[in-house]
């Protein structure tokens, strides 16, 4: 079936290091693919969105990077730090009936040490 | 605010009880989801609700689930006879409209923590 899936559910890095967080996406389909931040006890906050006819895009300090031949999807995050330690979910625009349902992956825990 | 608010925040109940979740969208924004998350878990898609146009129910996990919204205001999510794997965190969440040629980003509340003993 279709699904949004992440390599790694967890990720430590150190301060000032870069991470890189990794999506696997088996709909070809999809056209438009967003990424979340989500800090502990709090919901979701959108982070940086692609659509499909793109290959990369970048915002402060992210980039994503859409790879559609292999259906992959990475968030780039330069100069981590210890305020970006979060869960990391990336998520597809997927049709259902008439409209157009985000579906979230299990997410990435990204732990940046000082 | 002018972010999503739900309530309440945290609802701890017996199993075979109801429970109500509210969510007050951003005004404005004619789309709203619910989510379940469980913990360690990624978001489950529950329930959107779009204008006036029929609800998609599609994410319901049972009969027991329901959700309702009067026009582009608050929504509710009743759990009838809550069972122990109904705990989890429920997310609303609303946006702009989002259909097959316009993107847009979801804006979600803190969330409403359910515990069933």
């Known amino acids: 079936g279709e699904s949004v899936g992440l390599h790694l559910p967890t990720l430590s890095v150190q301060e000032g290091d870069n991470s890189i967080i990794n999506c696997a996406y088996s709909n070809s389909a999809s056209d438009y693919f967003i990424w979340y931040k989500q800090e502990s006890g709090k919901g979701p906050q959108f982070i940086i969105d692609i659509r499909s006819n793109m290959d990369k895009r970048q915002g402060q300090r992210v980039t994503v990077l859409l790879n559609k031949t292999v259906k992959h999807l990475s968030l780039q995050i330069a100069a981590t730090q210890p305020g970006d330690s979060a869960v990391y979910f990336c998520?597809?625009?997927?049709?259902?009936?008439?409209?157009?349902?985000?579906?979230f992956g299990r997410g990435t825990s990204l732990i940046v040490h000082p | 605010g002018a972010g999503v608010s739900q309530s309440p925040s945290n609802k701890v109940t017996e199993k075979g009880k109801d429970v109500e979740l509210r969510c007050d969208p951003i005004s404005g924004h004619t789309a709203l989801y619910w989510y379940r998350q469980r913990l360690g878990q990624g978001l489950e898609f529950l329930i959107y609700f779009q204008g006036n146009s029929a609800p998609d129910k599609s994410g319901l996990p049972s009969d027991r689930f329901s959700a309702e919204r009067t026009g582009e205001s608050v929504s509710t999510l009743t759990i009838q006879r809550t069972q122990q794997e109904d705990s989890a965190v429920y997310l609303c969440?609303?946006?702009?409209?989002?259909?097959?040629?316009?993107?847009?980003?979801?804006?979600f509340g803190e969330g409403s923590r359910l515990t069933v003993l």
């Open positions: 969440a609303s946006s702009l409209a989002l259909g097959a040629a316009n993107t847009g980003e979801l804006f």
């Open positions: 998520a597809e625009k997927r049709r259902s009936g008439g409209s157009y349902i985000p579906t």
